[in-house]
């Protein structure tokens, strides 16, 4: 069965990076995009990028160009997801995602990584 | 315009049928996608391409499209169909969007 697990909870303080991983099992890694989700406190769904774990290529939602780096290694069948430059605001939950039917379809999701930035 | 807009909150009696409806349009030329989230959890999604359920969601889940307006209806609402409603599609570009929610409460 598909799985996607993540790595566990991050506390990080102002300016400061943070780097999260997505492990996928369970289907062929490369045949699907994964996305990064995140979800601050009480609020709605919010897209950060995605990457084609086949050959590596990338995009990503305009607020967060030039914040966040999306990787893969494809053994194990990980992605990462880099954001740098942290603020308050940066706190929430952080899902990773595949796409699914099409690559905006989101059929499987992590478990989620909470991340709080505070000082 | 890449919004999709949601109302904020609906209700339902237990057993009643509810429309969840998300505006916008990049909805004319793309389908959306519909996802539960229940307190704590992630996301789980319940339609795709307008009307297809994944499996293990049950048929009082339906989607379908209107011009810039896609919708999802629950037939018959359950106790475990309270949640956060999510709508998502894409952009003529690489774009995803999520619409702001729908929190659904059965009375």
Redesign the interface.
Known sequence: QVQLVQSGAEMKKPGASVKLSCKASGYSFTNYYMHWVRQAPGQGLEWMGRINPSGGSTDYAQRFQGRVTITRDTSPSTVNMDLNSLRSEDTAMYYCTRGGSSWFVFDYWGQGTLVTVSS | SSELTQDPAVSVALGQTVRITCQGDSLRN?YA?W?Q?KPGQ????VI??NN?R?SGIPDRFSGSRSGDTASLTITGAQAEDEGDY?C???DSG????????TKLTVL
């Open positions: 793309y996608s996802y989230q992630a996301p789980v999604l795709y391409g297809n994944p999510y998502n599609s894409r690489a774009d995803v969007f999520f619409g702001g929610g």
